[in-house]
């Protein structure tokens, strides 16, 4: 069974930071390009970042460049979303997600984790 597992959710005030981690289990992601969703009630859900297996590429949805940073440390099987400079229009359900292939602006994704709560407080 693959799973991916997030963590570091939770509830911060506007202007302030969080790093969600993705730890994949039961598969080695190492070749996989990696992604951040997000979605709120009511919307469809949204590629916020994405990193190719290398980490040479990237791809950031333009609300977030220049606060958002995705990284991965493929020694650990791990990526991580770096969130900077919070906004209250961040709050979301944050899903990591997996896909075979080297495209970081492909939406269509293989794995998927079960989310995890971003609470962003004016």
């Known amino acids: 069974q693959v799973q991916l597992v997030e963590s570091g959710g939770g509830l911060v005030q506007a202007g302030g930071s969080l790093r969600l981690s993705c730890a994949p289990s039961g598969r080695t992601f190492t070749r996989y390009t990696m992604g951040w969703f997000r979605q709120v009630p009511g919307k469809e859900r949204e590629l916020v970042a994405a990193?190719?297996?290398?980490?040479?590429?990237?791809y950031y949805r333009d609300s977030v460049k220049g606060r958002f940073t995705i990284s991965r440390d493929n020694a650990k099987n791990t990526v991580y979303l770096q969130m900077n400079s919070l906004k209250p229009e961040d709050t979301a359900v944050y899903y990591c997600a997996a896909r075979m292939g080297d495209s970081v602006v492909n939406i269509l994704y293989n794995y998927w984790g079960q989310g995890t709560q971003v609470t962003v407080s004016s």
């Open positions: 990193i190719n297996w290398s980490g040479g590429s990237t």
